[in-house]
């Protein structure tokens, strides 16, 4: 018998990519990675720290950014729902 893994809710909720150091290769991003460095008074800058950034000092990019991330993904559950209901009525007529 496998022994299955337990995880807590944090876990469940631990995004890797936020945790990433970012490496600058564009202005842009030399300009944050300095900027949050000198926030945090950090070397190592993490995309989260980018992210709690933006979320502070420019709170309407990042709602702007959440709800068109959110409209997406209701558009596609719904379109995926459709395809599902499309697909077992499909089925049924032929079965």
């Given amino acids: ?17 936020l945790g990433m150091v970012v490496s600058p ?6 300009h944050l990675v300095e900027y949050v460095g000198t926030i945090f008074e950090k070397e190592e800058v993490t995309v989260n720290m980018i992210a709690e950034t ?21 558009q596609l ?8 209901h499309k697909e077992t009525t499909r089925q049924k007529s032929e079965g």
Avoid at 1 to 17: A, D, G, Q, R, Y
Avoid at 54 to 74: D, K, Q, S, T
Avoid at 77 to 84: E, F, K, M, R, V
Wanted: charged share 35%; hydrophobic share 40%; net charge negative.
């Fill in 54 to 74: 933006l979320a502070y000092e420019f709170p309407e990019f990042m709602v702007a950014i959440a709800e068109e991330n959110f409209l997406r993904g209701y």
């Fill in 1 to 17: 018998m496998s022994e299955e893994k337990v995880i807590n809710e944090e876990e469940l909720h631990t995004n890797e990519l």
């Fill in 77 to 84: 559950g719904l379109d995926d729902a459709t395809g599902i």
């Fill in 25 to 30: 290769d564009s202005k842009l991003k030399t």
